[in-house]
């Protein structure tokens, strides 16, 4: 069947923030939330421990911590709750040395992490990248934290909180809040680098903070949702998925051992779950 030649002709395509028009039938890529949508915890609460043993947390703050990720598990975060934690990690933060947190970060990722991630949600990473897409996970946690999460999941780019460094040390002020409207400005920022068209690519979330990320790729999904986005993904039919089973990905595959795990866990398990999954996920579908 041909295209109607007289059809009205389109109207000019609306500016994205950066004010570039999008690019159409450009490159597609898949925008991943990272807590409770990827991983089965808060990514912040997840490194409250060792953060604590090396006194960058006095124990206040480690329960202060533990509350907050339990209200989180119960009902999800919304938008009071994400203004009251962006408060606490800018007062929590400063003076803190931005090495000691990489190198604890780097330290423990494979020990408090990898047992975290949903077996689903590394599945559909890999399906994505399959079909060739990007991978982006987008959150609202330090950088320093998400980053090398990403890049153990073998994402091609991190949209994350950053802070202000100065002297190495965080200073207490947040440059860039990545949560509800700055995810929307960073993921067009991204996408008129790349290439993306926005139009085609996909966004997966757990939680109503993030509708202004969903609306703006043409395939929004529900993860584990809270209620506010169950109601709202039932009343556009975008589709819900439920991720429950967070298991040890790196163990399901032979791997080095002992100190060369923890020395190389940032870099390593990114081949290793690229790879491995891709291939388990090939051979599913022989």
């Known amino acids: 069947m041909t295209a109607d030649r007289h059809q009205t002709p389109p109207t000019a395509p609306t500016l994205d923030s950066t004010g570039r028009a999008p690019t159409a039938g450009g490159r597609v890529a898949a925008f991943f939330d990272l807590d409770k949508t990827v991983i089965a915890k808060s ?117 994350a909180t950053r802070m202000v460094v100065e002297d190495g040390k965080y200073t207490g002020e947040i440059e860039f809040y990545c949560y509800g409207e700055g995810k929307v400005a960073a993921i067009e920022k991204l996408a008129a680098a790349e290439g993306y068209d926005l139009s085609r690519c996909y966004a997966y979330s757990d939680s109503a903070t993030d509708l202004p990320m969903l609306n703006a790729v043409g395939h929004p999904t529900a993860v584990n949702p809270d209620r506010a986005l169950r109601k709202e993904a039932v009343a556009q039919g975008w589709p819900v998925l439920t991720f429950s089973n967070p298991v040890s990905l790196w163990s399901r595959f032979q791997a080095p051992s002992g100190t060369t795990v923890a020395a190389t866990a940032a870099v390593g398990l990114s081949a290793v779950l690229a790879g491995a999954i891709s291939y388990r996920l090939l051979r599913k579908r022989r």
């Open 43 to 159: 990514s912040a609460f997840v490194f409250s421990k060792p953060f604590y043993a090396q006194g960058l947390l006095n124990r206040r703050a480690v329960l202060e911590s533990s509350y907050a990720h339990f209200l989180f598990l119960l009902s999800g975060a919304d938008h009071d709750q994400m203004e009251r934690m962006r408060a606490n990690l800018a007062n929590m933060c400063a003076g803190w040395d931005v090495g000691q947190v990489k190198s604890i970060v780097a330290e423990t990722l494979h020990e408090l992490v990898d047992p975290l991630i949903y077996a689903e949600a590394a599945d559909l990473i890999a399906d994505h990248k399959i079909r060739g897409h990007d991978v982006v996970i987008v959150s609202a946690s330090g950088e320093e934290m998400v980053g090398p999460i990403a890049e153990a999941l073998g994402a091609s780019h991190t949209e």
